[in-house]
Nanobody, 126 residues
């Protein structure tokens, strides 16, 4: 069974940092083409934030470039999103997602991903 379990969300002041983690089930590790973080703010569509591909490439939304870093720890079966210099507009529910078995289109597109975690809330106050 494919499972993605996020953790690490919380409340922080602007310019602060948070680190999100997504634990991957054994069936996911080694079987994905792309792993990603998405976010969805109230009243807005879910948007791609950062992608980590099976070949180790990374992609970022323009709004987070230079502030967020996505990485994967194979030993711990974990996808991580390090978020620095947080802004109030980063406030959203953050979701981990996996594209299996392939990821061939626009890597930040929601339609590429067929497995999702339950989400973790990030709130940034000014």
């Amino acid at each position: 069974q494919v499972q993605l379990v996020e953790s690490g969300g919380g409340s922080v002041q602007a310019e602060g940092s948070l680190r999100l983690s997504c634990v991957l089930s054994a069936k996911t590790t080694g079987a994905y083409a792309c792993l990603a973080w998405f976010r969805q703010a109230p009243g807005k569509e879910r948007e791609g934030v950062a992608v980590y591909t099976a070949s180790g490439r990374t992609y970022y939304a323009d709004s987070v470039k230079g502030r967020f870093t996505v990485s994967q720890d194979n030993a711990k079966n974990t996808l991580t999103l390090q978020m620095n210099s947080l802004k109030p507009e980063d406030t959203a529910m953050y979701y981990c997602a996996a594209a299996m078995p392939s990821c061939v289109g626009y890597r930040l597109a929601r339609s590429e991903y067929n497995h999702w975690g339950q989400g973790t809330q990030v709130t940034v106050s000014s």
